[in-house]
Each structure stands twice: as structure tokens, then as C-alpha cells.
């Protein structure tokens, strides 16, 4: 009877679905908590790369159950599409192995509009969205106007909700959009036609889970996006619209707290961000650079070219704050390797003061300057080690000065893409 938390300590993106997909091996079921298919997490195993939106990261183990929660935000026509590019790469994605909590919001055709809307009407002040819709459902969901994945089960009766709302939202797409209205009779047919596909996968999934961890399953936990991103916790405005924090978990699965036993923050060695927003330790200079082409740092959802700058302990440090994160799970620490000095945030002056604490507030973090701490680097290519040891001095030091800066030990070092290239300690 344990649940384990993967979560993501940064801004997205920190190899969430690498460690998940790691992880998974050692679990019987995989839930994803929040978010939609804004997120994009990759799993690399012998070479063959998956790039999963919506489907849990533990898919790729026959003995795993995966769950869409209730907390998730999902579209279906991209699900029913990650499914079938799953299945034919003899994935079984089948109602037995993949069940989509009732509870869960419905991203529709006139949330992607109005996201897309809404950024070009934000102008310069645009958050640099995905574009799939997320804010508008989770607002819709907020406002109780929102069509949940339960109403699937009764496909007609769906289809009928899927046209009037799609009318309802053509006004403000047109008259305050000035777009041109949806097809509301063409997407209620295509909808219906989904509804039939996935009404098998529905499940009560908030019972599913408790149950499974009662009669002594695995449960790992899947978080999407980051803490940074966190609608509450994050660097608001500019974060997404869900809780990828540790208490979305428990929300977004129907949970009690007592079950979590691991609360893993992944990061990166190093910092990344795409869309816009705050970003102290940003680097536009040849570091960054290095970061971006050696790290492949290009979105796995959007293909956008990553911000990319160093490590940046004082939000790494709120990151176990927030979330109570019990360990780190440290990755791309082989994309280091060739800079020399390198240099970690241990602080910020912001105002003519000096502070040791992340400030949730995009305009103060956005006039905060890093304190760096320099140390040193290493030539070597790391991505064949797999015990600490193997990895050289400079690379130990740089693991531990981390540790210590969080307060929290890093049980696990990614050093590569590929499922087998971690270090577990
Ligand atoms: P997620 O959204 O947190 O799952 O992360 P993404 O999949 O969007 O981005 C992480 C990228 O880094 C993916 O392309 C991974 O294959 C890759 N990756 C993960 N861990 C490592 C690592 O330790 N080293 C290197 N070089 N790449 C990694
Ligand atoms: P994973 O799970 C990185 C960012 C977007 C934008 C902001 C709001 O792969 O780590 P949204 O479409 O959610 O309304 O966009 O959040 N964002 C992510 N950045 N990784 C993600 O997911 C993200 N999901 C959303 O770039 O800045
Ligand atoms: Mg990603």
C-alpha cells in the first residue's frame, strides 16, 4: 500500500516521463493527476522514442494499469489519437489497461479556439500558451459549465450537449473574437463518434486507486507540468491552469494524503522555460547555448526552442517547500559536461536586498538578479555511468552541493535519454 509522487520542481519539462517510465517498472499503476495534452513526456527505451500527451508513461509495462484522472483536463480526439499511434506500435492500450476517470473535464473544439483567442487578444502580454485549450476548459470546469468525461457513457445525449454548447461559445468567439462560429452540428457527429471509443475506458477511477492500494498495489503518481507552472503555487500569470503540486495529486486522484510514501521533485541539472514569464538564471549567451543544443531543449508538445539558464536553487528550495518533496530525482546532469565554471542561484537581490526565498510573484521575480555560487566542471561524457562513483570529482561535487541546497538527498541522476542511463542510489 504505497503511492509514490512524481513531480515537477522547475517549469516543465524536467524528464518527469523518463523517471516515470523508470519507476513504472516497479509499480502496478500509473495515474496522471492534472493537465492535458499541454504536456508532452518522452520515454526512450532501446532506442524507439515515445512522446505521450495524455496516456500515463507507465503504458509501455504489459503489467501496468494506467489512469487519466479526474484532475486532468483531455481532449478527446487527441487521446483517441495518442491511442492509436500507441497501438500500432503494438502498445495495448485496450478499456483493461487505460481507464479515463468520469470526473475528468473534456477539452472541445471551442476551448482551442478561444485559447488561441485569448493570447493573439493579450498581445504583447501573451503567456505563450500550448494552444490546446487548457485554460478555457479549466475555467469552464470553474465556472460549472464545463462537460465532463462521464457523459460519454450515454453518447447521443453527449452529442446533444457537445452542439449547444459549441452554440453558447460561438457568441464569444464571434462577437467578441470576431471569428468565424464553430460547426456545431459537424462536431457534435465527430464527438458522438468518440464518446462510442472511449465510453469502455470510464471509470470511477477515486475508487479504483483506493482499492488497489488497500489490496497492497504500487501506485505511481504522474505529475504534468511543474511547480513553477502551478496555477496557485507558480509565477502567476504566467503558469498553467491546473495543480501540478503535490496537493493536485491528491485532488486530481481522489487520494488521502496517507498514502503517499515518495514525494520525488524532478529537475534538471540546469533551469528551462518555454512560454513567457520570469526566469532569473536565464542565459543568452554561448552557456545557453550549450544547454539548448547538447540538452535537445525544443518542446516535446509545441517543437518551441526552450529558455534555458542555470540552475536555480532558490526555486528549487521552494519546490521542496510546497510540495514536501522527499528526494530529487536530478536529470541531465550529462549535458553539463564541456562547460566550465558552472554556477548555481543560491539567492536573489531584488529591490537592493538580498533574498533567500523564492517570491511567487512574477513582477518581484521578474526584478530579481541571481547570486551565483561558481563550481567546478568537467570534460568527460558521463552518459555510461551507472553507479555515483562513476561519475568524475567535479560531478560528485556539483550532485552534492545541490543536496544540499534542497535538503533533500538526489536518489536518483539521469545521465541520458534512454530508460537505462540512471544512476539509483
Ligand atoms: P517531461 O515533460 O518532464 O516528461 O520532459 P520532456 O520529455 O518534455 O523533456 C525532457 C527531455 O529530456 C526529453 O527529450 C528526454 O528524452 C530527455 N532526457 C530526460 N532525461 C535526460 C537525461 O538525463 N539526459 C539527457 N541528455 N536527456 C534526457
Ligand atoms: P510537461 O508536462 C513545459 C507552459 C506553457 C505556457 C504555460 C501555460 O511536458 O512538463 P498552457 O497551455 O498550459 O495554458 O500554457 O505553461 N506549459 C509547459 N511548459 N512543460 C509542460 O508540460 C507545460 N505545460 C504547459 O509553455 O508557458
Ligand atoms: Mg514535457
Known amino acids: 500500500m504505497t503511492a509514490t509522487v512524481v513531480i515537477g520542481a522547475q517549469w516543465g ?28 513526456h518522452t520515454v526512450v527505451v532501446g532506442g524507439d522514442t515515445f512522446k505521450l500527451h495524455l496516456v500515463p508513461s507507465g503504458i509501455l ?12 483536463v483531455v481532449n478527446p480526439r ?73 457523459e460519454m457513457r450515454d453518447p447521443s445525449a453527449f452529442a446533444e450537449r457537445v452542439r449547444a454548447a459549441v452554440i453558447t461559445k460561438n457568441e464569444l468567439l464571434t462577437r467578441l473574437y470576431g471569428q468565424e462560429p464553430l460547426p456545431a452540428e459537424e462536431i457534435a457527429r465527430e464527438y458522438q463518434e468518440y464518446a462510442v471509443r472511449l465510453a469502455p475506458h470510464l471509470a470511477d477511477t477515486s475508487s479504483f486507486l483506493v482499492e488497489a492500494l488497500h489490496a497492497g498495489k504500487r501506485l505511481l503518481c504522474e505529475g504534468a507540468q511543474g511547480t513553477l507552472l502551478d496555477l496557485d503555487h507558480g509565477t502567476y500569470p504566467y503558469v498553467t491552469s491546473s ?55 525544443y518542446g516535446t508538445t509545441t517543437g518551441r526552442r526552450r529558455r534555458a539558464g542555470w540552475l536555480d536553487a532558490v526555486a528549487l528550495r521552494y519546490a521542496v517547500q510546497v510540495n ?35 517570491p511567487a510573484d512574477a513582477a518581484m521575480l521578474a526584478r530579481c538578479q541571481p547570486v551565483y555560487e561558481e563550481l567546478s566542471g568537467w570534460e568527460e561524457d558521463i552518459s555510461a555511468a551507472r553507479a555515483f562513483d562513476d561519475l568524475p570529482q567535479a560531478a560528485r561535487a556539483y550532485v552534492a552541493r545541490i543536496e544540499e541546497l534542497a535538503g533533500v538527498p538526489a536518489t536518483l541522476i539521469s545521465v541520458g535519454p534512454e530508460r537505462e542511463q540512471t544512476i539509483c542510489r
Open 243 to 297: 495543480y501540478p503540486t503535490v496537493g493536485g495529486a491528491l485532488v486530481g486522484l481522489g487520494l488521502g494524503p496517507q498514502h503517499l510514501t515518495r514525494i520525488i521533485g524532478v529537475t534538471k541539472a540546469y533551469q528551462t522555460r518555454v512560454g513567457a514569464g520570469p526566469f532569473p538564471t536565464e542565459l543568452l549567451d554561448a552557456d545557453g547555448d550549450h544547454l539548448v543544443e547538447v540538452g535537445h531543449e
Open 324 to 358: 514536501g518533496l522527499s528526494e530529487l530525482a536530478l536529470t541531465k546532469l550529462d549535458v553539463l559536461g564541456g562547460l566550465d565554471p558552472l554556477r548555481i542561484a543560491v539567492a536573489y537581490t531584488c529591490d537592493g536586498e538580498t533574498l533567500t526565498r523564492f
Open 13 to 40: 519539462d524536467e524528464g518527469k516521463g523518463k523517471i516515470t517510465d523508470m519507476l513504472a517498472a516497479e509499480s502496478d499503476v500509473v495515474a496522471r493527476y492534472g493537465g492535458g495534452d499541454n504536456a508532452g
Open 78 to 150: 487527441r487521446l483517441l489519437q495518442e491511442m492509436d499511434g500507441l497501438a500500432a506500435r503494438g502498445v495495448d492500450v485496450s478499456a483493461a489497461r487505460l481507464l479515463l476517470s468520469a470526473q475528468a473535464h473534456l477539452i472541445l473544439p471551442y476551448h482551442i479556439a478561444l485559447d488561441g483567442a485569448a493570447e493573439r487578444s493579450r498581445g504583447k502580454s501573451a503567456l505563450g500558451t500550448t494552444k490546446r485549450g487548457i485554460g478555457p476548459a479549466y475555467a469552464d470546469k470553474a465556472a460549472r459549465s464545463g462537460i465532463r468525461a462521464g
Open 61 to 72: 509495462y504489459p503489467h501496468v494499469v494506467c489512469v487519466l484522472g479526474g484532475g486532468m
